[in-house]
């Protein structure tokens, strides 16, 4: 009977059925400040998903930003930003506090109010009034565990985003919309291992 129990072990700990692994999937919500290296400042408002498996983190989201920029030497131009992103990284602790690096990158896609334009350069037109945004980033964060299913972060991102725009007669310009945004928010469970 014993051999049998410990036969039985191993061949469960082989499986990895008695093993430390966890995971946890998140959705969540998130909001902070956002400072922009050629664009206003402005609070995104971010939903998402973010999951934890052993020692590596993913984040999917989707960012709604109202913003303004200077478009072919135009400043203050509104624009509307929705954006996806990915990214991919490491967390550094297996307690209820978890420090974590990841990269990523970002589509966005930019509603840029032309009035702004038109009144002040009634020469230009603007080809695109929505325009796609391509971008890098890396972040770096704290995830406080505060129950097995509810957990609060704190992040800092920075990157890069070009926004692609072009108006007749004047060509193409690239603008970059990326800085840096410190954000908090809350994490809730859907999923999560017994042992997390």
Not at 2 to 13: C, P, R, S, Y
Not at 26 to 44: D, E, K, N, Q
Not at 60 to 86: D, H, R
């Amino acid at each position: 009977m014993k051999i049998g129990k410990v036969t039985f072990a191993v061949i469960l700990l082989s499986q990895g059925l008695l093993s430390q692994d966890y995971y946890a999937d998140y959705i969540f919500l998130g909001s902070g400040y956002y400072s922009g290296f050629s664009s206003a400042t402005a609070v995104p408002v971010d939903i998402g998903y973010f999951a934890v498996n052993n020692q590596t983190v993913l984040e999917v989201q989707l960012q709604i930003k109202k913003n303004s920029a200077t478009i072919f030497s135009v400043p203050e131009v509104g624009m509307t930003a929705v954006t996806f992103s990915a990214c991919y990284g490491y967390h550094f602790s297996e307690t209820s506090v978890k420090p974590y690096v990841a990269g990523g990158m970002l589509v966005g896609f930019n509603g840029i109010n032309s009035g702004d334009v038109t009144r002040r350069r009634p020469d230009l037109v603007i080809n695109n009034n929505v325009a796609e945004s391509y971008g890098i980033f890396v972040l770096a964060g704290i995830h406080f565990m505060v129950s097995n299913r509810t957990s609060f972060f704190i992040d800092y991102r920075i990157g890069v985003d070009y926004l692609y725009t072009s108006i007749e007669n004047q060509g193409d310009e690239f603008v970059n919309l990326g800085g840096q945004y410190i954000r908090a928010g809350v994490r809730i469970a859907i999923d999560t291992s017994e042992d997390f």
